[in-house]
């Protein structure tokens, strides 16, 4: 056993014993006036308001280490399993708000900075947001992390600490620019570094045989090129219930070697530049959120994540059962975020074997019991492949292993369809031809031992389609974990006002069981409770828009209906199905067709992977049409767009609270879950939406009088694409065709002519994959009801509470408890208190 020269080896008695801290206001802004003067060394002239932040958030960070502390004995004390979600991606948004909630010193501290002449809403504005994901799946991750710290679940995060998070988005001249996100350089007050947990992990080299003294055969990785991991821990609190869990992000730091070796051979300059590729590997997320095939950088940022967490895990468990593993398959569990960290299945196999002498049957035995598997996507272009020789040169024991694996996986096909020589093809991990791939997602279905889809409509799906052979060979592994958000974020404290009522109303227990809200429904045949829930989204529309006028120069008027379609830039989102509706509006008020009109103001938000031309352009056409309805005094007081720059987790607070209208309207079959959509409903917007992921249950819930449904559903897309023929449904619609005639005469492109013909040929090409012609004219008559039922306030609000009131399964918490009871199956582990 080797001695880590930066930990002292035995305990030091009373070094860490403090009285506990105060959760009154005084002392909160005591402490926070000692960090501002003292830690950060500023005074009443030196007012950055960067420190003034940074010093409340040290304050409360204080008070979550103490109960941190506490969660952690406990969860020793126990001995019990735990689940460690593996994930590339963890998109938290900022963190000073959510922990003032959670630690229930919010309305408190807020009033106290006040007193100093603070306003609590500008100091939580310094922060950046931690971008550390692209969309749903990122965020889906920090919600998870929230409902287990809620639920008193033994879990921890497992990430990468990206050095620039998800790139910031301007627009300049109608185009998107990428600018990189340097969220770290004024320091993360919410991280504690420990590099005195620093793993190493190895890249390149090869296998080595060698027999052990008793004759058995062993392989070592040697001649490696090795890069260190080192652990910054975030703490990540439950609501009011003194848990705080722990998020591990991994950076990536040289190792000490290139000192002795280049530095002495007289290549200074060489060993250094070989430092700054190790550290380039947490350099920056990948800001594609559907395609990134074939990037070695990514590679070695998916195996460094699940090499240092998996060995961080077993360096724990060896140090209390030694080289004891049978009780290992019991005590943990590792679940994958979509196919990034599939790497933990042949890296757990080899540390294993290789590093704990365990047989390859022992070794499977445990990998198969532990690793579980959440797909996120359908679409084809995201289903990772690593091309084979790539992956042998970086990861050569690895390959060893799934060569090993597919063998054995293979022989299991052959004896259940014997002679089925189609079937082995098509189920090998390895895709056999030219440049054979390593199938990742075949990989995580092989080993783990549960394989999930995030809403009811794309786990049938999986089973039907993409993982049909497999379904047929191990039934019992599949099932649905629909998706759902935290009401603690997205409901408690981004949408105060709204949550006042609702407590005022039946009392605060729906902050964490959310299906309490089902008591609101009674009251939404009160008048007097609907004029309080519609005079409160009256004011959260104002706030949404000072957002809009200060970041996009549009000014939306709180009366008008507030259409909002925000989530990344995609082709079968169909945010060009909304341009074309809103083109379509623009074009009847040019008409003059404006009886009983509802004035509506339209709102885009989200990004477009840098390399993704078409996406790009659908941000250009947006912008440009927004400046022709704001410049043409025609459309005063009926029609706004505006496009917003940089959506990201802190603008969805303000977003979701005003907004009436959620716009969710993939091509059916291509949106696995969504979550935006559930965000939207429990702040009370109605849904305009397609028969596509959750909003098949959303629309359950709410009931289908209370939702917006139009278009084909999955099972017609996929009948009707072989006959589809958008040039005649375009003929046939004079309303599409005077659209799209108004794109192709150059009416949004004054000054340069032609660059919106690509969207005009999409949408009338025959392998339209996402068939946007096919659901024009229901999407239109959807809003007709859409802008009619508002002209109706009562019965909007009515509509609204409604669906409010429906969200309950949405929560995060009903998600992970369903991950609980089915995979997991982890106790609830009480703090141990604070005294
Ligand atoms: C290869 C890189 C990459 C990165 C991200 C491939 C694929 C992805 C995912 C498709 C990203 C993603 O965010 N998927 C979304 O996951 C959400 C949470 O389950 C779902 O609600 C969305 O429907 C799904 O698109």
Redesign the pocket.
Known sequence: MHTNPLIISKPVAGIADLPALGMDATSIVNDFRRYFSHTLGRDKMCLAAYHVYTSLALSLRDRLVERWKNTQYAYEELNCKRTYYLSLEFLMGRTLGNAMLNLDVDTATSEALRNLGLVLEEIADQENDAGLG?????R?AACFLDSCATLQLPVMGYGIRYEYGMFRQKIENCAQLEEPDHWLRDGNPWEIERPEHTLRVQFGGRSEYFHDGDGRLHVRWVDSSDVMAVPYDIPIPGYRNGTVNTLRLWKAAATDEFNLNEFNAGSYTEAVAAKNAAEHITMVL?P?????NGKELRLRQQYFLASASLQDVLRNWTAVHGGNFSQFADKNCFQLN?T?PTCAVPELMRLLMDEHRLTWDQAWNITRHTVAYTN??L?PE?L?RWPVRMFGRLLPRLLEIIREINARFITEVALRWPGDIDRQRRMSIIEEGDDPQIRMAYLAVVAGCSVNG?AELHSQLLQKHLFHDFFELFPTKFNNKT?GVTPRRWLAWSNPRLAALITRTIGDGWITALDQLQRLAPHADNPAFRAEWHAIKLANKEDLAKMVERDCGIRFASGALFDVQVKRIHEYKRQLLNLLHVIHLYDRIKRGDTANWTPRCVLIGGKAAPGYQMAKRIIKLACSVARVIHEDPATDGLLKLAFLPDYRVSAMEVICAGTDLSEQISTAGK?????GNMKFMMNGALTIGTLD?ANIEIREEAGADNFFLFGLTAEEVESQRSSYDPDAIIAADEDLTRVLRLISAGHFSLFEPGIFEPIVQAVSNPYDPWMTAADFRSYIEAQQRVAQTYRDRDSWTRMSILNTAASGKFSSDRTILDYNRDIWRLPQVPAWPVK
Not at 671 to 675: D, H, I
């Open positions: 692209n969309g749903g799946l990122g889906l990948y594609n959120d559907s395609s990134e979509d990034h996120h996507t679409l995201a990772e995030v998706n949106e696995a879950s969504g979550t992921g």
